[in-house]
């Protein structure tokens, strides 16, 4: 009976679980832990009465012992970005605020899913998502740990050009590589659409491309701010794509996705190129780069690193 935990049933646990049960079929239970157990025990009440209308699953609350066999475990169990105070567009920090208070939330929960799960892939959603991987991975003394990295900023962008060319999203393909956050990388030299350069399709748009560029930048950078500041939360886009991760995990796709991943040439996690199925990230390579994409990845690298650093030190021994 495959299982799978959330950790951490928050407005990102529940978009979760409602996509777990809405996609179907991939696991067979689904056991929500949180801090707040009435929390927990009302979500997994609310999801419940949905089952009967879902491919079989059962949805409940439960203790980390009832983590015990989960074949994934999602932690979203955190701050984010409004209760950690992270919503300003000019602060070059973004969701690396959140790293103290979360990476001692991490430091309370990580032994305690690997004692009950030990062979589990755990996932990290919670930001800043790579750093807390660093963390996680340390925790748990294995490699099968990932962070859902720019997946979300990948799908942003391909959502944002499509708009500018005029073409349904799925049709187009654009990657964000590096941190999840300020840092991130979009490759504008291999997006496409079509097999064509965007680059060459929006210099038919009419606006300077460089403007387009800027702007498109923009909104993919602080979409998670947008969001907040309208609804509080950034929550269903993540839901869905936490959902698909878990089910590449489940089914080994071996999915070619832009998620995060220890590497060990940067000596940290972040996101490139990440082949995604059984066991987690089993390979990973860099795409195609310019050369000012490339450097951008350095900067984000050196980002990622001081960053992991913050994140280590709440361990006892600092590293
Ligand atoms: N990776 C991404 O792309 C992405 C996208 C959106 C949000 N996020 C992040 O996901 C996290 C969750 O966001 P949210 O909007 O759901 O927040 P939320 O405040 O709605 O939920 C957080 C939940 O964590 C629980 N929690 C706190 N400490 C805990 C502990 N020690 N043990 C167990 N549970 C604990 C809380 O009780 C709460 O239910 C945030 O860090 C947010 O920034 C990441």
Not at 5 to 11: K, N, P, S, Y
Not at 95 to 108: K, T, V
Not at 238 to 264: K, T
Not at 301 to 313: G, I, P, Q, T, W
Request: net charge negative; with cysteine; proline share 5%.
């Amino acid at each position: 009976m495959v299982k799978v935990g959330v950790v951490g049933v928050g407005a990102v646990g529940a978009a979760t679980v409602l996509s777990l049960i809405e996609r179907g079929g991939m696991c067979r239970e689904i056991v929500l832990v949180d801090l707040d157990s009435r929390r927990a025990a009302g979500v997994a009440a609310d999801m419940r009465y949905a089952t009967p209308l879902a491919p079989t699953v059962e949805v409940r609350a439960g203790g980390y012992d009832d983590l015990a066999g989960a074949a994934v475990v999602i932690i979203t169990a955190g701050l984010n970005e409004k209760s950690g105070g992270a919503t300003d567009r000019s602060d070059p920090e973004g969701r690396r605020r959140l790293i103290g208070a979360n990476a001692e939330i991490y430091a309370g929960i990580v032994p305690r899913v690997v004692a009950a799960a030990p062979e589990a892939v755990l996932m990290v959603v919670t930001d800043p998502p790579d750093p807390l991987a660093v963390l996680t991975r340390r925790l748990a003394g294995h490699d099968r740990v990932f962070s859902t990295g720019t997946l979300i900023d990948s799908l942003r962008f391909r959502v944002h050009l499509a708009d500018r060319l005029k073409v349904r999203p799925r049709d187009v393909q654009a990657m964000v590589v590096g941190e999840h956050g300020t840092s991130e990388v979009l490759l504008w030299s291999s997006a496409s659409a079509g097999g064509t350069p965007v680059l060459d399709l929006l210099a038919r748009c009419g606006e300077p491309v460089d403007l387009i560029r800027r702007e498109i930048e923009d909104d993919i950078r602080f979409a998670n701010i947008t969001i907040i500041e309208g609804t509080g939360a950034s929550q269903y886009g993540i839901g869905v794509v936490s959902a698909l991760l878990v089910e590449a995990v489940l089914r080994d796709e071996r999915a070619v996705l832009p998620v995060a991943a220890y590497y060990p040439p940067y000596e940290t996690t972040l996101s490139l190129v990440s082949v995604l199925g059984a066991g987690g990230v089993q390979q990973m390579f860099e795409p195609a780069m310019s050369e000012d994409e490339r450097a951008g990845l350095e900067r984000s690298v050196v980002a990622l690193r001081e960053a992991a650093e913050r994140a280590l030190a709440v361990l006892p021994d600092g590293a």
